[in-house]
């Protein structure tokens, strides 16, 4: 079995795409669960052929209670079926021995994806169960190292995400101590926001065996054409990740997704051959 981060490899070099679609189904969207659910399975089949991965955004689920983590599930297991990898965003985090169930649950769990978001805030020693899970189980993580939103500097500035960096380097140089051969990305990986165009390059930098989430592109504002920075040679190393720009790209017109998965996937690239 490929690992996360060998498969998102594979499915970016065979289908020429470093898209990561966002299914963050909104309930004021649909009449009912039912539609929602319809509507989100739809999505996902339709645009699968321009997507890297998947990313489920947890919240949008569990605010549907059991019925949302049924949905979860299935939408889990038909991404699967159509070779997608799973990446939940779940921003989980917590004293080491409650992060040793957040990590049994969405990384060995029922509704468990290959790969979790996770938040460092608590200390870099409570990334460890996590990080051993995935490990485990050939999935991934990916730490909160500098987010999208606009008041991200409140906490994250002066030096913080440059320090979180640090570490995630340092865990990826212990799981892949030869850089000259093996998998190119370890199980660690870094979300930086697409709206941090000017800072995608030094992070790429301090991080060489972290695959890069990058999440922004579409509602929040950030630029396909700008991400170019986050990206190794060959254009690999990073996912750009569109939710709202995808699911809702014009109302529930599932055709309207498929356009814009498409232009997503061909901004990134065109930004990537202009950069090279
Ligand atoms: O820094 C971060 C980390 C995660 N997110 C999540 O990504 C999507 C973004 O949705 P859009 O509709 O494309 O804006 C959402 O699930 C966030 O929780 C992020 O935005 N920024």
């Known amino acids: 079995m490929p690992t996360f981060a060998q498969a998102v490899t594979e499915r970016t070099r065979r289908l020429n795409t470093r898209l990561c679609v966002g299914l963050d189904p909104r309930s004021e969207a649909y009449r009912d669960v039912a539609h929602l659910k319809a509507h989100t399975l739809e999505v996902l089949e339709a645009c699968a052929p321009y997507a890297a991965c998947v990313k489920p955004q947890l919240a949008f689920y569990e605010a549907l209670g059991l019925e949302g983590l049924a949905i979860l599930e299935e939408v889990c297991a038909a991404a699967r079926t159509l070779g997608l990898p799973v990446l939940l965003d779940g921003k989980r985090g917590?004293?080491?021995?409650?992060?040793?169930?957040?990590a049994r649950a969405w990384l060995g769990g029922q509704h468990a994806g290959a790969a979790l978001t996770v938040n460092p805030f608590l200390g870099f020693e409570t990334l460890t169960p996590f990080v051993e899970t995935a490990q485990q189980q050939g999935g991934a993580v990916f730490v909160l190292v500098k987010t999208s939103n606009p008041g991200q500097n409140d906490l994250q500035g002066s030096g913080v995400s440059e320090r979180?960096?640090?570490?995630?380097a340092r865990l990826n140089a212990e799981e892949l101590p030869d850089q000259e051969t093996g998998p190119e990305y370890a199980t660690v990986g870094a979300v930086v926001g697409a709206t941090h165009a000017g800072d995608l390059a030094t992070f790429r930098a301090l991080m060489p065996r972290a695959l890069l989430l990058l999440p922004g592109l579409g509602a929040q504002g950030a630029a396909a054409a700008d991400l170019a920075p986050a990206f190794h040679e060959g254009g690999l190393g990073a996912l750009a990740s569109a939710s709202r720009g995808v699911?809702?790209?014009?109302?529930?017109?599932?055709?309207?997704?498929?356009?814009?998965?498409?232009?997503?996937?061909?901004?990134?690239n065109a930004a990537l051959a202009a950069h090279s």
């Open 94 to 102: 917590d004293i080491g021995s409650t992060a040793q169930a957040y």
């Open 164 to 168: 979180i960096a640090v570490e995630i």
């Open 247 to 268: 699911q809702y790209a014009d109302g529930l017109k599932v055709a309207a997704s498929v356009t814009a998965a498409r232009g997503f996937r061909d901004d990134l």
